[in-house]
């Protein structure tokens, strides 16, 4: 691959942004059925939890008290839905790809976290590290959210199959939606990063590929429709990231917990059901039969 040459959008991860409540919304994702992985702490300064599938990954992250003042990227977005991160296989060469077509990407941030090897311990006897790398822009370039690439230098340490059976039968991530007046703008940097002819035309909006899940952006009205009012909304309108839909064999698995747990839910006009945003993270948390 040259630097120029192509890069095909493939999930990596999603990120809620839950900032000091990560008790709260942790106990949320549980009792909607995901299994959390154990608490992680990042050198950054941040905290998180993960429900992790065969490809990608759910990010519950926050910080704990008194580390605000190291993650300000969180602090200056909203609660909710607030990154998206495709697979960057070689960071190098995704760096320069970016810059050679005019994407304002920082270089390369590498940082870490520990956690329990799969034998618990390392050779060493210490706890084992999972390693990152990822590359991110400015804060201005994405409204109420990040778009960046992360590369897994341990991703064995990640996708452990122990991790990937949750009560609720979610099997993956199967739609990623961003709320738009103007999809083709709000298009237009995704188009910058993968090349054009990228999105194609849905109801209301745009859709594409990352791998096999599809982001989806559309318009608000759009969004209420589809999602039957369960999305948050922005309150001075501007574009953001506000619903996920996860793929599952059969809708009476999670209806089966929802059910149990006593969470409310809404059926889809086209399939699927969904629960609102303040039941889930501040995320419109949908589940589809795929």
């Given at each position: 691959?040259?630097?120029?040459?192509?890069?095909?959008?493939?999930?990596?991860?999603?990120?809620?942004?839950?900032?000091?409540?990560?008790?709260?919304?942790?106990?949320?994702?549980?009792r909607?059925?995901?299994?959390?992985?154990?608490?992680?702490?990042?050198?950054?300064?941040?905290?998180?939890?993960?429900?992790?599938?065969?490809?990608?990954?759910?990010?519950?992250?926050?910080?704990?008290?008194?580390?605000?003042?190291?993650?300000?990227?969180?602090?200056?977005?909203?609660?909710?839905?607030?990154?998206?991160?495709?697979?960057?296989?070689?960071?190098?060469?995704?760096?320069?790809?970016?810059?050679?077509?005019?994407?304002?990407?920082?270089?390369?941030?590498?940082?870490?976290?520990?956690v329990?090897?799969?034998?618990?311990?390392?050779?060493?006897?210490?706890?084992?590290?999972?390693?990152?790398?990822?590359?991110?822009?400015?804060?201005?370039?994405?409204?109420?959210?990040?778009?960046?690439?992360?590369h897994?230098?341990?991703?064995?340490?990640?996708?452990?199959?122990?991790?990937?059976?949750?009560?609720?039968?979610?099997?993956?991530?199967?739609?990623?939606?961003?709320?738009?007046?103007?999809?083709?703008?709000?298009?237009?940097?995704?188009?910058?990063?993968?090349?054009?002819?990228?999105?194609?035309?849905?109801?209301?909006?745009?859709?594409?590929?990352?791998?096999?899940?599809?982001?989806?952006?559309?318009?608000?009205?759009?969004?209420?429709?589809?999602y039957?009012?369960?999305a948050?909304?922005?309150?001075?309108?501007?574009?953001?990231?506000?619903?996920?839909?996860?793929?599952?064999?059969?809708?009476?698995?999670?209806?089966?917990?929802?059910?149990?747990?006593?969470?409310?839910?809404?059926?889809?006009?086209s399939?699927?059901?969904?629960?609102?945003?303040?039941?889930?993270?501040n995320?419109?948390?949908?589940?589809?039969?795929?």
């Amino acid at each position: 691959m040259t630097p120029a040459g192509p890069i095909r959008p493939v999930l990596d991860h999603v990120v809620v942004n839950v900032m000091t409540r990560l008790d709260e919304v942790a106990a949320q994702f549980t009792r909607l059925g995901f299994q959390l992985t154990a608490r992680g702490h990042h050198s950054l300064g941040s905290s998180n939890h993960l429900a992790v599938f065969g490809e990608g990954y759910l990010e519950l992250l926050g910080f704990l008290p008194g580390n605000e003042g190291r993650r300000p990227d969180l602090v200056g977005h909203p609660a909710g839905l607030t990154g998206l991160a495709f697979k960057a296989d070689d960071p190098a060469q995704v760096y320069a790809a970016m810059r050679a077509r005019g994407v304002p990407v920082r270089e390369p941030m590498s940082f870490a976290r520990p956690v329990a090897a799969p034998d618990g311990k390392t050779a060493e006897g210490m706890t084992a590290e999972a390693r990152f790398t990822v590359i991110t822009m400015p804060p201005e370039v994405v409204a109420n959210g990040r778009t960046f690439f992360c590369h897994h230098h341990t991703p064995e340490l990640v996708w452990r199959p122990e991790w990937q059976t949750h009560r609720n039968g979610a099997r993956g991530i199967a739609e990623f939606v961003i709320a738009s007046h103007e999809p083709q703008r709000t298009a237009a940097l995704y188009e910058t990063m993968f090349g054009p002819n990228l999105t194609a035309p849905v109801a209301g909006g745009l859709s594409f590929a990352a791998g096999a899940m599809t982001v989806l952006i559309l318009t608000p009205e759009t969004v209420a429709a589809r999602y039957r009012d369960a999305a948050p909304v922005s309150p001075d309108g501007a574009d953001r990231m506000v619903a996920l839909a996860f793929a599952v064999t059969s809708l009476d698995s999670p209806r089966a917990v929802l059910d149990g747990e006593g969470v409310p839910y809404t059926a889809l006009p086209s399939g699927g059901i969904v629960v609102p945003h303040d039941q889930a993270g501040n995320v419109a948390l949908a589940f589809v039969e795929r």
